[in-house]
Each structure stands twice: as structure tokens, then as C-alpha cells.
């Protein structure tokens, strides 16, 4: 034993002679293993019979199993029989003992796997788990879930956690996914790392999930909803959403006082307050350029726009709107004729889709989406000169297509359109050449009929709405005063009110909120160039963050990073 110690110091000194010792130890080892010299243990297996030679202090260095074995009573025996492996697998696995490599493929991957297990091979537990994993598409996820429930592998479960992460969009459409125990699902929803384009969709799945077996699973609801980054959803999605689930009402009520007043969240006990990584979001605008069209994306970290794709576009005076990963374009016109046509462009991909045509051919209509449905409300039927101005309203739902549904109370083109607390309000526009509209009207869908609503302060045609903590706001596209302001709607108190005005030649409220603040598309008066504006609710005041050069913006939304880094 001496000798080993006084041998170790002096082959560690020089790495090359180490090696070269090494490779020749192993090279003998491998002949005495080939040639079935000096063997001293004979494994019996079944399936079909065989047996396997081998050597007691190799296997004993390689596993705990073998050594464990070689140290009890059946481990003096010349011949000791195997019963739970295979007699192939098995041997397979002996000669990783001496080898270090494993022959693994989509047929063996589950025998090797649950054979490692046993033996105690934890490098062939690894090395099977990732081929496992890697190969997925042929060994089949549905496979996996199988191997993994009837082997018990922690490293496989965490594995399938990891993909389920990274492919969750996938995952929770499939049949599986409804069989999820609810600690499985709470590790997967509280990943910081979940793979989806907007927070809604874990949101969905949820739901998917719950009511697959509504009464098992209605007191965990509230338990999976607060792994929800619930602060990044609308004050109008968390009241219609997800305020009347069973037990959810105290999340909801966090949600709001966070979301509303910031001086008190030191005191709230939130979950999840942040984003997540993988939902990081970003502003896409559509440009005009003369006659050009341009898709541009924001850059928050560097408070810079770059160009994300040219549109060919010929349509002008189109509805638009953001529906999952494509910007829905419907309607317009084009040399004086209006169109009926809807064309989607994905965002990710950068394809063009047909979708199924308007019943009626509009321009300069509103388009909204509202559980899960989108309306075109009202637009000129024909060409601005002699035009007739549209009370109609279309629905489209995918199974449907488009539907016609209750016409406004007062027909008008150039308004602006939002949804709030599962209601459609449109306000302002014009139905003559030369009037204004104050007007506002509201859209219950559940009993398919529109009432007035108090009207704005100032008549507004072409304005942008937006929908911001439970209230509307609504700013001018252009000024007859070459004055702007902006005023706000409380559809509670059903009341306008105006607030910071704005010195801008033009300006426009973007389409949806970032990072809960409103964000807005202007030119200051003190400025050619125009740029982009937030506004400070405390101090009541517009702050500038950047400047847009030579373009006319016709349509914000917001979107997942996600959905735009892959250029």
C-alpha cells in the first residue's frame, strides 16, 4: 500500500507519463475482459439466456450496486443470476464498466435507462435521459411520460420539467398535459423561463386544465393563478377574468392595489411582480413612409426604433389589429375602391394568410377583439368623395367567419374603438364631411344591443384610445386649434375628464400599455422630429423618451420579444 502512495505524487508530476500509464492499465484491462482472462464472476441472465463474464474489482469501482453485491453473501459465488434485465441490456452495460460507453438508441433507450437504474450506472442514467430528450420527436413525449411514471428517475422528471418549460405552448394544447398533477403544473407555471408570447397564455392553460375536472381541482385554482405574473395583466382582464374564479378574488384585489398604488406594495405579499424572462415585451409599429409601409420594433434598453420588415402594402385606411402572433389587416382602399379583404401577416415567421372576406366592403372603420372575437364597426361602404357612412357590425370567429350583429345607434366612420370590462365602446368620428363626432356608444355583446354612453368633452374624428387601469383615454389625431388634449372616461361614474394637455402639432396615444405606463406618438411644439412620450400619472405630465425620424405611425401594438428576436 505504500507503494501506491510513494507512485501517486510521483505520475501526477508529469501529466503525459500519467496518461500514457493509464491508456496502458485500461488497454490490459480490455484484453483480460476480450479474452475472458482472469475472470473471476460469471453472470447468469435471462431473456434470452446467457452469460456474462466479468471482473469483481472493475465492476465493484464502476457501481455501488456491484460493490455493494460483491460484499454480501451471494457475492462469493462463481455464478450469480441476474433476473430483471435483459440479457442484451445487460451486457451492454457491463461493457460500459470497462468502456465508458454506452450503445444507446431510440429502441433501447427505455430497457438501458431502467436497467442503469438498477445497477446504479448513474453516468448511463445521464447519458440515457439526454438522448431521451434530444430524440424526442421519435421516441414520442407521450413515451417519456411513460418511462418516466414507471421508472420513478428524478433526472428524467426534471428533464421533461425543462422541456415542458421550453415547448409549454405545445405541451398544454396536448392530451397529457390535462393529466398533470397540480405540483407538476406549479413548478412548470412558476418558471421564470416559461416559453410563451404573453402571459394570457399560461393563463389559458390554466383554465384548459381546470376545467378538465372542475371539482377536483377547484381548490387548487387559486394556488396555480398566483404563479401568474398577475400585474402584467389589464385591470380589465383581471376583473373579467379571473376575479370571478372560485377563490381568486383576494389575487385579483393584490393585483389591482399593486397595479394602482405604488406606495403601498411594500405591504402586499405578491408572488410574482416581475415579468417573466421569456416575456420581456416590445412595441411593433406600422409606418407610412410617402407610400411605403415599415414594421418597426422598439429597443427599450437602448430607447432606440429599428426597422423589422417592409410592408408591401398597396390598401390605405385599413382596420388593424393584433390577434395572437399576426397583425390582422381588414379592409381599406385602394384607388377610390373599398375592400372587404382580410390578410394576416405572422409576426414570427413574416407570412402572409388570406382569411375569410368582410360581408361588407369598409374603410376607415374601428376593429376590436373581444373574447376571442373580432368586430368591424362601421367605415365608409365606397370611396371617400360620395361615400355612404356604415351603422353596420360584423363578428368573426374562425369556426363562423364573419356575421352581421347589432348596427350603432349613429353611423360614422374615423372613430376610435376599445374594449372594457367585456364591453366595446366607440367614440367620436365623423358622418359627414364636415361633422364631428362627441358621441360615444357602448357594445354588450351578451345581449347583442348598443347604448349611449355621456359624451366626450371636445368632438374628436380620427382619435386614439386606449384602455389603461380601468379608464379610456382618448387623444386627437389632429387639432383644429392646433391645440391637443387628452381627457379620460370613468365607466363607472360614466364621466369625462380632461387631463395634461399636450403642445404638440399631432400626436397619438400608442395601442396598448407598456410596463403599465401609457405611451404616445407626438411632436412636441418645440420640436420637428417627432418621438415618443410616456406619461408620469403623478406629476400629470408627458415625458419625451425618444425620436422617430420622417415616418406617420398608423398602427402600435405590443408584443412579446420573443416574437421578433428571431430575424
Known amino acids: 500500500m505504500a507503494?501506491?502512495?510513494?507512485?501517486?505524487?510521483?505520475?501526477?508530476?508529469?501529466?503525459?507519463?500519467?496518461?500514457?500509464?493509464?491508456?496502458?492499465?485500461?488497454?490490459?484491462?480490455?484484453?483480460?475482459?476480450?479474452?475472458?482472462?482472469?475472470?473471476?464472476?460469471?453472470?447468469?441472465?435471462?431473456?434470452?439466456?446467457?452469460?456474462?463474464?466479468?471482473?469483481?474489482?472493475?465492476?465493484?469501482?464502476?457501481?455501488?450496486?456491484f460493490e455493494n453485491l460483491f460484499k454480501g453473501e451471494q457475492g462469493n459465488n462463481p455464478v450469480i443470476e441476474i433476473n430483471d434485465i435483459d440479457s442484451d441490456t445487460f451486457e451492454r452495460l457491463i461493457t460500459f464498466c470497462y468502456t465508458g460507453k454506452a450503445f444507446i438508441t431510440v429502441n433501447n433507450v427505455g430497457a438501458m435507462l431502467k436497467a442503469a437504474l438498477i445497477l446504479q450506472l448513474d453516468d448511463v442514467t445521464s447519458s440515457c435521459v439526454d438522448f431521451l430528450i434530444t430524440n424526442i420527436n421519435d421516441y414520442t413525449l407521450q413515451a417519456a411520460y411513460t418511462l418516466e411514471r414507471e421508472t420513478q428517475c428524478e433526472r428524467l422528471k426534471q428533464k421533461l420539467i425543462e422541456y415542458e418549460i421550453k415547448n409549454f405552448m405545445e405541451i398544454s394544447r396536448g392530451v397529457e398535459f390535462l393529466s398533470f398533477d397540480v405540483e407538476k403544473l406549479q413548478r412548470i407555471l412558476e418558471s421564470d423561463n416559461l416559453h410563451i408570447t404573453r402571459e394570457e397564455d399560461a393563463y389559458d392553460a390554466i383554465k384548459r386544465w381546470f376545467n378538465y375536472d372542475v371539482p377536483a381541482r377547484q381548490e387548487a385554482l387559486p394556488l396555480l393563478m398566483s404563479c401568474l405574473r398577475l400585474t402584467q395583466f389589464d385591470v380589465d382582464f383581471l376583473l373579467t377574468h379571473i376575479q370571478p374564479l372560485p377563490g381568486c378574488e383576494l389575487l385579483v384585489f393584490k393585483a389591482l392595489t399593486w397595479i394602482g398604488e405604488s406606495a403601498v406594495r411594500t405591504k402586499l405579499n405578491m408572488r410574482f411582480t416581475e415579468p417573466r424572462a421569456t416575456c420581456e415585451k416590445t412595441f411593433l409599429a406600422i409606418f407610412r413612409v410617402g407610400f411605403y409601409h415599415k414594421l418597426l420594433q422598439y429597443?427599450?434598453?437602448?430607447?432606440?426604433?429599428?426597422?423589422?420588415?417592409?410592408?408591401?402594402i398597396d390598401y390605405f385606411d385599413y382596420g388593424t389589429i393584433l390577434k395572437d402572433e399576426n397583425i390582422l389587416f381588414i379592409g381599406g382602399y385602394k384607388s377610390g375602391d373599398v375592400s372587404n379583404i382580410v390578410r394576416s401577416l405572422n409576426i414570427r415567421n413574416k407570412t402572409w394568410q388570406n382569411l375569410c372576406a368582410m360581408k361588407q366592403a369598409r374603410c376607415g372603420h374601428s376593429v376590436v377583439e373581444i373574447d376571442g372575437k373580432i368586430f368591424a364597426i362601421g367605415g365608409y361602404e365606397r370611396g371617400l368623395e360620395g361615400g355612404k357612412v356604415l351603422p353596420s357590425v360584423e363578428r368573426y370567429t374562425p369556426s363562423d367567419g364573419w356575421e352581421s350583429v347589432s348596427s350603432l345607434i349613429v353611423e360614422r366612420h374615423s372613430a376610435g374603438a376599445v374594449t372594457l370590462n367585456n364591453k366595446i365602446y366607440i367614440m367620436g368620428g365623423t358622418n359627414t364631411p364636415l361633422r364631428a363626432l362627441k358621441l360615444v356608444e357602448c357594445?354588450?355583446?351578451?345581449?347583442?344591443?348598443?347604448?349611449?354612453?355621456?359624451?366626450?368633452?371636445?368632438?374628436?374624428?380620427?382619435?386614439?384610445?386606449?384602455?389603461?387601469?380601468?379608464?379610456?383615454?382618448?387623444?386627437?389625431?389632429?387639432?383644429?386649434?392646433?391645440?391637443?388634449?387628452?381627457?379620460?372616461?370613468?365607466?363607472?361614474?360614466?364621466?369625462?375628464?380632461?387631463?395634461?394637455?399636450?403642445?404638440?402639432?399631432?400626436?397619438?396615444?400608442?395601442?396598448?400599455?407598456?410596463?403599465?405606463?401609457?405611451?404616445?406618438?407626438?411632436?412636441?411644439?418645440?420640436?420637428?422630429?417627432?418621438?415618443?412620450?410616456?406619461?408620469?400619472?403623478?406629476?400629470?405630465?408627458?415625458?419625451?423618451?425618444?425620436?422617430?425620424?420622417?415616418?406617420?405611425?398608423?398602427?402600435?401594438?405590443?408584443?412579446?420579444?420573443?416574437?421578433?428576436?428571431?430575424?
Not at 505520475?11 to 476480450?34: A, C, H, P, T, V
Not at 429597443?299 to 408591401?312: G, H, I, M, S, T
Not at 422630429?529 to 405590443?558: A, M, Q, T
Request: proline share 4%.
Open 299 to 312: 429597443n427599450k434598453a437602448e430607447d432606440k426604433w429599428r426597422e423589422y420588415e417592409n410592408l408591401e
Open 443 to 567: 357594445y354588450n355583446p351578451d345581449s347583442n344591443i348598443w347604448t349611449s354612453c355621456a359624451d366626450m368633452m371636445e368632438c374628436r374624428v380620427l382619435p386614439h384610445v386606449k384602455v389603461h387601469k380601468g379608464h379610456i383615454y382618448v387623444l386627437d389625431t389632429y387639432s383644429a386649434n392646433r391645440r391637443q388634449s387628452v381627457e379620460r372616461y370613468d365607466p363607472e361614474r360614466n364621466t369625462w375628464s380632461k387631463i395634461c394637455c399636450l403642445n404638440s402639432d399631432w400626436a397619438r396615444i400608442a395601442g396598448m400599455s407598456l410596463d403599465n405606463k401609457l405611451w404616445l406618438f407626438g411632436r412636441l411644439e418645440s420640436d420637428n422630429v417627432p418621438s415618443v412620450s410616456v406619461y408620469d400619472e403623478h406629476n400629470d405630465r408627458w415625458v419625451e423618451k425618444c425620436s422617430l425620424h420622417n415616418v406617420d405611425g398608423l398602427f402600435r401594438c405590443i408584443v412579446p420579444v420573443a416574437l421578433v428576436s428571431m430575424k
Open 3 to 65: 507503494t501506491i502512495f510513494t507512485l501517486g505524487p510521483a505520475l501526477q508530476s508529469n501529466s503525459s507519463e500519467q496518461n500514457r500509464f493509464m491508456e496502458k492499465l485500461m488497454g490490459k484491462i480490455l484484453s483480460f475482459y476480450d479474452e475472458q482472462s482472469l475472470i473471476d464472476v460469471t453472470f447468469k441472465v435471462s431473456n434470452p439466456t446467457a452469460v456474462v463474464p466479468a471482473h469483481r474489482l472493475i465492476l465493484a469501482a464502476a457501481s455501488p450496486y
